[in-house]
């Protein structure tokens, strides 16, 4: 006889369901064609979001090169990139040219097209009003939305979504493709923490076809059952558990229908197998499944490079080719899509302007960040350049910061993705955007 779920699994099961929303795993391999889940995903007329956090603090002096300045040399006489035109260097270590001033490490090579399709803005000198370089003060006061580590306690992310909340958002609408739920996303109205897309699913025990009597029905799909008697339960009563349940039952829908393990990527894409590229096919997956996504937080780790950073080869550099190579095939993967999606590149702070007896830099103040998308204004270098000279150093020692990073956040937030009360996301800070977003479609 075929046995349905007992109480005891349809309890531990919508228990299951509830925790899912908040914790699950992504790291995924695909989606199918495009499914349209809510008419809501349908009209959206603002861009995907995508942050992906740069932990450990990147060295911007490094990744984006001010090798006009004589200073950045004298500084880093071991670290230092070539000049562009420096035809001594091997080509692995000259820094590839952007505007005459600034440069790219060659391990970013592969997004100097986007640069030139100005689909790719470089910010230099940015970063947050803590001045203790630490890692953990420096990563709350920006995932919190702060000058520094005092004020609000909720993730900047966060108060955007729940700013701009509508009754038919998508379940999937937030997504953390990473292990843990990042402090931006504190307080957000639905978000869920995933590592495989493809594990992302209703686990219920299966039944044994130990004892069937030749020629009887098989067993019951127990998880069509489990996932029948939830939406039941769930359905008849109005309060927050059952909404949580609710909407996690339909993300389970939805990733189901993707069908993620039979994804493919656009022809001649390519992704590395290092978690950001993992990262990234997923989030791409999600994008073109129209789902509808609105945010997708992801992060890399390994930045803090205190000993033996590198130069051509090494952490650094290892780290830039691997996150370059991403990028690249995650714009490819999406081809017009990037239309409406922006991505944003960010680091808790940059590293000292000078290097260490360890060959490596240590914490410092104002680093270099990226984004790219079809709506922004790009093929240019954002900067306030403060200098190097000892005397124009933040303390003598850091580049200093002159781009608040909440004004680059405000930029894509109004422009892009359709904020209209940016106090709310950013309390007490009077905003000045540097203009890198265009405003609505394009």
Excluded at 289 to 303: H, N, P, S, T
Excluded at 409 to 414: E, S
Aim: net charge neutral; glycine share 12%; aromatic share 6%.
């Amino acid at each position: 006889m075929n046995k349905l779920p007992t109480r005891r699994e349809v309890l531990s099961g919508a228990m299951l369901a509830a925790a899912a929303g908040a914790a699950a795993g992504l790291h995924s391999t695909s989606c199918l064609a495009s499914i349209a889940l809510s008419p809501g995903e349908k009209e959206r007329t603002h861009d995907t979001l995508v942050v992906i956090f740069l932990r450990g603090g990147a060295d911007g002096l490094n990744i984006v090169p001010p090798y006009f300045e004589d200073e950045y040399y004298r500084l880093r006489p071991m670290l230092s990139l070539a000049h562009p035109n420096d035809r001594r260097a091997s080509v692995t270590g000259r820094t590839v040219d952007l505007d005459g001033k600034f440069g790219l490490h060659p391990a970013l090579s592969p997004l100097l097209p986007l640069y030139k399709q100005g689909q790719m803005a470089v910010l230099h000198a940015v970063g947050s009003g803590d001045n203790t370089r630490s890692h953990f003060e420096a990563v709350a006061a920006m995932e919190t939305g702060n000058a520094r580590n005092v004020g609000a306690s909720s993730g900047w992310l966060a108060r955007h979504l729940s700013a701009t909340m509508r009754e038919d958002d998508s379940p999937l609408r937030t997504v953390a493709i990473t292990e843990t739920m990042p402090d931006s996303l504190r307080g957000a109205p639905t978000a869920a923490a995933l590592l495989h897309l493809s594990d992302y699913r209703l686990e219920v025990p299966s039944s044994s076809n130990r004892g069937r009597k030749p020629g009887t029905q098989p067993p019951v799909d127990r998880s069509l059952a489990m996932t029948s008697t939830l939406r039941t339960l769930y359905g008849s009563d109005q309060n927050s558990l059952s909404t949580a349940g609710k909407n996690t039952l339909d993300a389970l829908d939805a990733v189901k229908r993707l069908d993620p393990a039979h994804y493919r990527p656009a022809r001649g894409v390519s992704y590395n197998t290092e978690p950001i590229g993992l990262g990234l096919k997923q989030a791409a997956c999600l994008i073109k499944g129209r789902v509808g996504l609105e945010v997708a937080c992801l992060e890399m780790q390994g930045w803090d490079t205190h000993v033996t950073q590198g130069k051509e080869s090494g952490f650094q550099p290892t780290r830039l080719k691997e996150l370059g190579g991403a990028l690249a095939a995650f714009c490819t993967d999406i081809g017009t899509q990037l239309q409406g999606v922006t991505v944003v590149v960010m680091t808790e702070f940059g590293r000292r302007a000078y290097e260490n007896t360890g060959l490596g830099t240590d914490h410092g103040r104002g680093g270099a960040w990226f984004v790219i998308g079809g709506g922004i204004r790009g093929g240019k270098v954002y900067t306030r350049w403060p200098g190097l000279h000892k005397s124009q150093l933040d303390e003598g020692n850091d580049l200093k910061v002159t781009t608040d990073y909440r004004d680059v956040l405000a930029d894509v937030l109004v422009n892009r993705m359709g904020a209209t009360n940016l106090n709310a996301v950013f309390p007490d800070h009077a905003v000045h955007l540097p203009g890198l977003a265009h405003s609505g479609n394009v």
